[in-house]
């Protein structure tokens, strides 16, 4: 994600707790049990975020991009990527928040610098991590995408724990919703050039690929 600067993105309700677990059986209204078993991914804690909103009708997720994120920049393992997610980034905790406490950002989930995944948005709804972007001609990629931010910037490699993990991710993501599989993967760079740079040089495709043969052959 790389933040850069505020969005005017208004604010929404919602609640802002701490992470929990959603249990399959307990769908919400409207929801069916198979459908909220795409929405959550099992490992994950989950936090939600109230910067979501549901997918245009009939849209299904074709896309999913890979960001980095830290708060403070380059600084790792605090509580803040939680707390702006969920709109509760203190301002006045680091000269660099004043800037970024007002967007209203989310992604679907966040693996930390040790493999940890939180959930904040469910894969059948919209987060807002994508921004101006399209893809392959195809613009407003929040539609159709889904959001994976991997703790870390553009200066540091991110961690074999991070890469584990995100393959896992993205192997059950593909089992779940076909359009996923082959190359529906791109980075937030890839979506919006000149814009954004994450998920940044030391992000290693080629490893990733190669545990993605690894989940495939599993």
């Known amino acids: 994600m790389l933040l850069r600067g505020p969005a005017g993105v208004p604010p929404a309700a919602a609640d802002a707790s701490g992470p929990v677990k959603v249990p399959v059986e307990h769908a919400a209204d409207g929801v069916s049990a198979s459908g909220e078993a795409r929405a959550w991914w099992p490992p994950a804690r989950v936090r939600p975020s109230p910067n979501r909103d549901p997918r245009p009708a009939g849209m299904e997720p074709e896309l999913i991009v890979i960001h980095s994120i830290s708060l403070p920049p380059c600084e790792f393992g605090g509580p ?53 972007s399209s893809w392959r001609g195809r613009e407003r990629c929040n539609d159709f995408s889904i959001g994976i931010e991997l703790e870390g910037c553009d200066e540091r490699p991110f961690t074999p724990s991070q890469y584990r993990q995100l393959a896992s991710l993205i192997a059950w993501l593909r089992q779940r919703f ?41």
């Not at 007002?102 to 610098?113: F, K």
């Open 178 to 218: 076909p359009a996923l599989a082959g190359d529906a993967l791109a980075g937030h760079a890839d979506i919006a050039p000149g814009r954004k740079t994450d998920p940044g040089p030391y992000f290693d495709w080629q490893h990733l690929a190669a545990r993605l043969e690894g989940e495939a052959d599993a």
């Open 80 to 132: 803040y990527i939680g707390q702006l997610f969920t709109n509760t980034l203190e301002p006045r905790a680091h000269p660099y928040f004043a800037v970024i406490a007002d967007l209203r950002v989310s992604a679907h989930v966040v693996i930390g610098r040790d493999g940890e995944a939180t959930q904040y948005v469910p894969f059948t709804e919209r987060a807002w991590h994508a921004g101006v």
